[in-house]
């Protein structure tokens, strides 16, 4: 069965998005900008996947229902989905997991313009190219 990985674009009531830095620990592309999320489980549908992934990652809630996908693409044997997740409290306070080690909210302009580089996971490089296109 093809894997699937959900991930989300986390706005904040102050219409920032939330970036992730993976750790140095991280398995896989440690020190890496990152978004919440991970794979879904087969008795879960994307939507309850990412959400709970987000609370898992960052401590924060979201609520699955009013996710908007934004895309999905396959890459080799695995789906990509992409969502934007609205923060339901607006004094949410984020608490990273260990596969973390830090994060920032940034403008809309600022998540268009992240960096591309040699060697990046191949789920971060989707979500650039798609935020370049739809801007």
Known sequence: ?????????????????????????????????????????PEETPEVAV????????????????LKKLFAKQYRQTTHILFEAKLTEPDAKVALSWEHKSYRW????????????????PYYMEVVDYLTRES
């Open 1 to 41: 069965m093809a894997k699937i990985v959900a991930k989300a674009l986390v706005r904040n009531s102050e219409g920032l998005y939330l970036v992730l830095h993976r750790g140095n620990t991280h398995p896989r592309f440690p020190g890496h900008i990152d978004f919440p999320g991970g794979e879904v489980e």
């Open 51 to 66: 959400a709970r992934e987000i609370q898992e990652e960052t401590g924060l809630s979201v609520d699955p229902n009013k």
């Open 106 to 121: 940034i403008t809309p302009e600022e998540l268009k313009s992240l960096p591309k580089f040699p060697g990046a996971d």
